[in-house]
């Protein structure tokens, strides 16, 4: 094969995911995995018995139409009028998705050329640094420093040069539990206008939010048009296995999502589709209990983390912690996460992984608390027994 090596540029150093090693320890080790942000508990038995009679009526069992079923278009549709007051056509502003993973890596394919500046906020979900530079783009950090994670938005401000395309936000963010603010937001999208960017916003988390509500930047002044909405059923409805997720924007911006998505998967999770569709439709009172479900686990998550040594940053949104190592007289996330399996059967995440700012996020640890209340209680009391190094 010669000298060359296999993995081309764009995809160097992007390495297997954090995920994986840290699964596969947990697995090794038996331990209890805090690390990968999926519920030990399936979603609502309503809609997985819907997944089971579209399967069994032949509903989705082949290919769906490209943009995806119609029932889940409109579902989605009513879904951002009904939450979020945003009025979407189903036919040309709305778009099916194997997952929000699929939504991003379409979404900025197709939105980039090689060579353009995204700015996203760090410590950065995985998959946006992959995916910005299969586009052959830049990605350009904007740091979130602890305590507070709150974006400075006159350094964003300054990131901003004539490259600059696109804006790639998330919020309620992962993992940091930063929940943008209507001022925030607001700002943002003066800027967006003001330098013409594109903004693509991850909302997967949308449901979540323990403190006020989520705000969609699509709905502010001048962003209809510039804004790519991504969101998803995985986390909402806690079937992370499904993988259906969603676009929604104006018509041009579908179109071109569209066109490169459909040579990604083309279509996918047929039935699932429509089970979705109902999720969608689920009344008040399931998203109300999902949020106050979580927001316990969060709060006996963070007590015990807190009793157990940890600098505790509270959550505002997500299902994620992060905290501080430094008061248990330790300095590295990376090696402290690859010992504590070992050391008291716990799997947590490195937050150093999601900065190219190494330095920013090296004694940042993330715990998820979407677990049962006993696997909680039991993380808690095997986290307990650190003793300061
Ligand atoms: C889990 C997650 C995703 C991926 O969503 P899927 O629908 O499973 O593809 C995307 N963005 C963030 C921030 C996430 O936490």
């Known amino acids: 094969m010669g000298a060359r090596p296999l993995l081309n540029r764009r995809l160097d150093g992007l390495g297997t995911t954090i995920f994986a090693e840290m699964s596969a320890l947990a697995t090794a080790t038996g331990s209890i995995n805090l690390g990968q942000g999926f519920p030990d508990t399936d979603g609502p038995e ?5 997944a089971v009679r579209a399967l069994r009526e032949g509903r989705g069992n082949q290919y769906p139409p490209g943009p995806g079923v119609p029932e889940l278009r409109t579902a989605i549709a009513d879904h951002q009028r009904r939450f979020h ?10 778009l099916v ?69 696109l804006l790639l936000l998330n919020s309620p963010h992962n993992p940091t539990g930063l929940v943008l603010t209507p001022d925030e937001l607001t700002a943002i999208a003066e800027l967006a206008v003001e330098r013409d ?24 002044p001048g962003m209809r048009e510039r804004t790519v909405s991504i969101s998803s059923a995985g986390k909402t409805f806690s079937f992370t296995g499904w993988k259906v997720g969603w676009v929604t924007a104006a018509p041009e911006l579908v179109t071109a999502v569209r066109t490169a998505k459909q040579y990604l998967t083309y279509v996918s999770a047929g039935p699932f589709q429509y089970a979705v569709a109902e ?58 996460c690859r010992t504590l399996p070992t050391r008291c059967g ?38 307990s027994r650190l003793s300061p190094a």
């Not at 007051?85 to 709305?94: M, Q």
């Not at 988390?205 to 705000?215: I, K, P, Q, R, T």
């Open 46 to 50: 309503e809609v997985r018995e819907a």
């Open 85 to 94: 007051g945003l009025d979407l056509d189903p036919d040309t502003e709305v």
């Open 197 to 220: 960017l594109l903004v693509v916003t991850d909302e997967v988390y949308e449901h979540l939010v323990f403190n006020g509500a989520h705000h969609p930047i699509a709905a502010l």
């Open 279 to 336: 999720a969608l439709r689920l009344p008040d009172s399931y998203f109300e209990t999902f949020r106050a479900d979580l927001r316990h686990k969060r709060d006996l998550l963070a007590e015990g983390l807190t009793a157990a040594g940890f600098r505790v940053f509270h959550p505002e949104g997500t299902y994620f912690i992060t905290t501080d190592i430094t008061p248990l007289g330790e300095k590295d996330g990376i090696a402290f």
């Open 97 to 165: 998705t194997a997952g929000a993973t699929e939504a991003i890596a379409a979404s900025l394919l197709a939105l980039l050329e090689p060579g353009d500046e995204v700015i996203a906020f760090e410590p950065f979900y995985d998959s946006y640094a992959a995916c910005v530079a299969m586009a052959g783009a830049v990605r350009v950090p904007l740091t979130l420093r602890a305590p507070s994670f709150r974006p400075d938005l006159d350094e964003l401000r300054a990131l901003v040069t004539p490259r600059t395309r």
């Open 346 to 383: 716990v799997v947590a995440i490195p937050n150093a992984v999601f900065y190219d700012d190494i330095e920013a996020g090296r004694p940042l640890v993330r715990f998820t608390f979407c677990k049962k209340d006993d696997v909680l209680e039991e993380a808690v009391a095997r986290l």
